[in-house]
């Protein structure tokens, strides 16, 4: 199953799983658990993708934040000779004030000036000494973390996770489909989705352009929006039978669906009703439609 010139990378040990499950003999348990360590694999993947593009932003951004730390320094230092000279010059209007008492006009008018300059002087200082407490950037770049979560890899990791898979959409592609796997170039089914979009793009409708386009050897295609916006719209029941008739009527837009163990479900419980699914979503407060299967 393994190439001797490929290393065991994670994208070569699911094509292997993939390659065991279509052998004659194997039973049903045991393709689905093979399929459960590739998905393992695969978000193993993605987890370290994640990692590698966190690292390459901070290694982006930090020169930047040290430049700026470099030039509020630099603010700071001038801030103080500031101050130092304003302190100057008003001993030197209080000397002239003593020596010559008669001329009142002036040194009042420079000490009036003096005072404006140091009420200035002194705000610039406060405002420069706040700067680093403010968070500056790292405040802007961390937006929708606390300041705990942002200190920890793996919680920023499973931010971004979320973040990717809640503009993502996944449609099922039937096999006899012009769209399915083999039969179109994937330059051909990116353009296909993007004639598709185009169909439900409307005033006031989100931006509807397409990130990223994957398609699975069985038929599975996620496309990754570049806002959750978009994929909100997309689910709108009107919009969406709209979508699924121009790119292939025969292909059916999924939720991502999660496997759960229900304990204590009631005897009386039949799966097969559909409006025994419907009085427990309406008993545990679940949105309607949530179970998509039991």
Same mark, same amino acid.
């Given at each position: 199953?393994?190439?001797?010139?490929?290393?065991?990378?994670?994208?070569?040990?699911?094509?292997?799983?993939?390659?065991?499950?279509?052998?004659?003999?194997?039973?049903?348990?045991?393709?689905?658990?093979?399929?459960?360590?590739?998905?393992?694999?695969?978000?193993?993947?993605?987890?370290?993708?994640?990692?590698?593009?966190?690292?390459?932003?901070?290694?982006?951004?930090?020169?930047?934040? #040290?430049?700026?730390?470099?030039?509020?320094?630099?603010?700071?230092?001038?801030?103080?000779?500031?101050?130092?000279?304003?302190?100057?010059?008003?001993?030197?209007?209080? #000397?002239?004030?003593?020596?010559? *008492?008669?001329?009142?006009?002036?040194?009042?008018?420079?000490?009036?000036?003096?005072?404006?300059?140091?009420?200035?002087?002194?705000?610039?200082?406060?405002?420069?000494?706040?700067?680093?407490?403010?968070?500056?950037?790292?405040? #802007?770049?961390?937006?929708?973390?606390?300041?705990?979560?942002?200190?920890? *890899?793996?919680?920023?990791?499973?931010?971004?996770?979320?973040?990717?898979?809640?503009?993502?959409?996944?449609?099922?592609?039937?096999?006899?489909?012009?769209?399915?796997?083999?039969?179109?170039?994937?330059?051909?089914?990116?353009?296909?989705?993007?004639? #598709?979009?185009?169909?439900?793009?409307?005033?006031?409708?989100?931006?509807?352009?397409?990130?990223?386009?994957?398609?699975?050897?069985?038929?599975?295609?996620?496309?990754?929006?570049?806002?959750?916006?978009?994929?909100?719209?997309?689910?709108?029941?009107?919009?969406?039978?709209?979508?699924?008739?121009?790119?292939?009527?025969?292909?059916?837009?999924?939720?991502?669906?999660?496997?759960?163990?229900?304990?204590?479900?009631?005897?009386?419980?039949? *799966?097969?009703? *559909?409006?025994?699914?419907?009085?427990?979503?309406?008993?545990?407060?679940?949105?309607?439609?949530?179970?998509?299967?039991?």
């Amino acid at each position: 199953m393994a190439i001797s010139s490929k290393p065991f990378s994670t994208n070569n040990l699911s094509d292997i799983l993939f390659h065991v499950t279509q052998m004659p003999g194997v039973t049903l348990p045991v393709q689905l658990a093979i399929r459960s360590v590739a998905f393992l694999l695969k978000e193993a993947a993605e987890n370290e993708m994640a990692d590698k593009v966190a690292k390459l932003i901070l290694t982006a951004v930090s020169p930047q934040i #040290a430049k700026i730390q470099d030039t509020s320094e630099s603010i700071s230092s001038t801030a103080l000779h500031l101050n130092i000279a304003a302190t100057k010059l008003q001993d030197i209007a209080k #000397a002239t004030t003593e020596e010559s *008492p008669d001329s009142t006009n002036k040194p009042s008018s420079i000490n009036s000036q003096l005072e404006k300059m140091q009420e200035a002087v002194t705000s610039l200082g406060t405002q420069i000494r706040d700067l680093p407490m403010q968070g500056g950037y790292k405040a #802007a770049l961390m937006t929708g973390l606390n300041e705990d979560s942002s200190k920890n *890899p793996q919680l920023v990791q499973r931010a971004t996770r979320n973040a990717i898979k809640a503009r993502q959409i996944l449609i099922d592609i039937p096999t006899d489909s012009p769209l399915a796997p083999g039969k179109v170039s994937h330059a051909q089914l990116t353009e296909k989705i993007k004639q #598709a979009l185009a169909t439900i793009t409307k005033e006031g409708a989100p931006d509807l352009e397409t990130r990223a386009v994957t398609q699975f050897r069985n038929g599975g295609t996620v496309i990754e929006m570049f806002t959750t916006q978009a994929v909100t719209f997309l689910k709108d029941q009107h919009n969406k039978t709209t979508f699924l008739q121009a790119l292939d009527p025969g292909a059916i837009l999924k939720d991502r669906a999660y496997t759960v163990i229900i304990q204590f479900v009631p005897l009386t419980f039949d *799966p097969s009703k *559909p409006e025994h699914i419907c009085n427990l979503e309406k008993e545990n407060e679940w949105e309607e439609n949530s179970v998509t299967t039991a």
